[in-house]
């Protein structure tokens, strides 16, 4: 329905080297506004910056390498790991060294052999790690993920949230994550953005989010997700 108003009144500034939570109901609008700054939908009103430059001024390709997208499920290429590492270089037009690619993959804590695995016998975390490094390698500015800790378990959602907070601030790069899984992770972020009904009701530290007075956001924790 174009003229069902998802967002509105979105006044936010992402800073290069800070982690942003985002969390909210479902059908709150996070998801889009994840898209709204990767350009994959289209503002109504306002404007939006990349480096005191209108997006509509960056030509979409060159945008999305700098505000880069991680989706729930994980869009492996080729038949093994490798290959997607081989497309970075060919993306590039650079020749990085296969030891570079098994440092990448020893930091989100998977040895070598995975080099050459069939990304069909992978998990569903193997294959997180391997989009996140595959993403962080493109060298972005900032990090968008959407929902990547889904298919996992808490101990696992812990493990990889920790992994990725970890490779961000080592590369001095954004982040801003939308998950509904946030008890255990809040506490790896800067801050936390809160959105509801379309609009943001609240963005500061998670301390500051856990003790809200604010009945939407006491609903929200107590998990009346509505």
Known sequence: NSNKIILTDIDLEIERGKKYLVVGPSGSGKTSLLKIMNNLVSVSNGEIFLDNKKYKEI??????????????????????????????NSLNNKELSEEKFLEWLGRVKLNKDF????????SG???????????????PQ??????????????RIQVLA??????????????????????EIIHLFDKVIFIFKGEIIFLGKPEEFLQNKDNRIINFLEGNDE
């Open 59 to 88: 030509k979409p390709p060159i945008l999305r390498k700098q505000i880069a997208l991680i989706m729930q499920d994980s869009i492996l290429f080729g038949k093994v790991v490798k290959d997607n590492f081989e497309y970075l």
């Open 115 to 122: 080099y050459h695995k069939d990304i069909n016998k992978l």
């Open 125 to 139: 975390g193997e294959k997180q790690r391997i989009a996140i490094i595959r993403t962080i390698m493109n060298s």
């Open 142 to 155: 900032f990090i968008l993920a959407d929902e990547p800790f889904s298919a996992l378990d808490k101990f």
């Open 162 to 183: 920790k992994i990725l907070v970890d490779l961000v601030d080592s590369e001095n790069l954004g982040l801003v994550v939308v998950s509904h899984y946030f008890d």
